[in-house]
């Protein structure tokens, strides 16, 4: 009956629309007050669930993504991008999954990238000529690879909730991103083709080079980032600091697009989200702690078990349990309920919890694309000016060129392995 109570009012407020958190914490107080079970249990487990060192990462990786965002990194990364690849066919929209490749490797949170490039890239190409539901589609698809290249935001959460290395999770994320970016730039192209989209003529080497030279101080924040963790040097929150500091001196003293007078209001935005971030994972880890009381994911492991232990299967049966719930669920608060118990499943069939993390993390940033919750649809077509029906019809052969990336990653692990192994013994 208490449990019954827990998922009736959970359910009810995600289809009414209450915020996740909020919805996460008032099933969470229903549940202990029908149990019997002091109230005060709740602020208890909500500081348990946030009292973790890594989790402080958040907060400088947010503020280093917003210092370099208002520093004038996007445009220099925009020209970049469109140097490399805006004179094939359809340049414009390559060039916006290319500049996502490399912002997302600064940002770390995919909303910030469609965001930040939408707000330039979509009215840049409805005014090109392309149309605005393909301009808000790729600018919503390629935004996913973000999270994946590293840093993430994720990926951190996964790294403070399982005890995997946040280095080797960052790292096992490149190649997977790489592929998600290469795979939606085919896509791109084989529909600029087809619908007759323009591009720009050849910029020659030379602007190639002049903008690289732009945004190489913004490229070189996610080495920075990778070194600190692969040499041992720093711990993620370490990191986390130093590019902090690395990015407002970039914006302030070398760009010189960063006034300081913003700085005080781009600390306190950044405050703002990360303390977002972190009631979310509060009142999720309380929501987390009642589920394992009552033993469900134990349940959920058994009923899958029951019905198949060949590793194969169950790979596809995670695989579509998180794309559903993608549809529905925030990516933080899905991670922290479900994370857990699906990997006691994956570790029960012999899945590497690395290979399951990188899989697992995969799937929900595609959730962040899918009908009727996908928070990257509704910011870019908002920022088009349309309904969200053309967007989702314009981005379902993104969709579809991202699910057979995550089937590749799902079923070849060293996509996701390799790197790890090779460069953290």
């Known amino acids: 009956m208490d449990v019954a109570i827990l998922f009736s009012i959970f359910v009810g407020g995600l289809v009414l629309g209450i915020p ?24 208890q487990k909500m500081y348990a669930g946030m009292d973790v060192f890594v989790l402080l990462s958040i907060p ?14 996007t445009g220099r990364i925009i020209r970049f991008a469109n140097a490399l690849v805006g004179w094939i066919k359809g340049g414009l929209g390559l060039t916006n999954i290319a500049a996502s490749m490399l912002f997302g490797g600064i940002t770390g949170t995919a909303v910030a990238d469609a965001a930040s490039l939408g707000g330039v890239l979509i009215p840049g190409m409805k005014k090109a000529g392309y149309p605005a539901d393909f301009s808000a589609a790729v600018t919503a698809a390629s935004s996913t690879v973000g999270p994946i290249i590293p840093p993430s935001v994720p990926m951190i959460i996964v790294g403070a909730l399982s005890g995997i290395s ?63 963790l692969l040499s041992g040097l720093a711990t993620p929150t370490e990191t986390a600091v130093v590019a902090s500091v690395y990015a407002f001196i970039v914006g302030a003293f070398i760009y010189r697009e960063l006034p300081l007078g913003k700085v005080p209001g781009i600390v306190a935005n950044s405050a703002v989200s990360a303390a977002g971030i972190l009631a979310l994972v509060g009142f ?5 702690w009642i ?22 299967l169950v790979i596809l049966l995670i695989n579509l349990l998180l794309l559903f719930v993608g549809m529905f669920m925030e990516t933080i608060a899905a991670l922290i309920i479900l994370f857990v118990p699906l990997l006691s499943l994956a570790q029960a069939v012999g899945i590497d919890p690395l290979h399951f993390a990188t899989f697992a993390v995969l799937n929900l940033m595609i959730g962040l694309t899918t009908p009727p919750v996908g928070v990257c649809l509704f910011v870019c077509a908002n920022i088009a000016r349309l309904p969200l029906a053309p ?20 079923y070849f692990p060293p996509l996701a392995t390799w790197l790890p192994s090779l460069l953290i013994p």
């Not at 970016?181 to 083709?193: C, D, E, L, P, Q």
Request: no cysteine; proline share 5%.
């Open 60 to 73: 400088g990786f947010i503020l280093a993504g917003n210092l370099m965002n208002q520093g004038g990194i």
């Open 291 to 312: 589920l394992v009381s009552e033993r469900i994911p134990q349940a959920i492991a058994d009923g899958v078990l029951s019905i198949t232990d060949n590793k194969f």
């Open 166 to 228: 946040v280095g080797k999770m960052f790292l096992a994320g490149a190649i997977p991103g790489i592929l998600m970016g290469i795979a939606m730039m085919v896509t791109a192209y084989i529909i600029s083709v087809r619908r007759g989209f323009p591009h720009q003529p050849w910029q020659g080497f030379g602007e190639v080079a002049r903008s690289f030279a732009g945004a190489i101080w913004a490229i070189a924040m996610t080495f920075l980032i990778i070194y600190g």
């Open 284 to 288: 999720a880890n309380v929501f987390g």
């Open 391 to 410: 967007v989702v019809r314009a981005i379902m052969p993104f969709l579809l060129t991202n699910i057979l990336v995550l089937l590749a990653v799902s």
């Open 20 to 43: 996740v958190a909020i919805t996460l914490g008032l099933s969470s107080l229903a549940y202990l007050i029908a149990a019997g079970m002091p109230p005060v249990v709740m602020p």
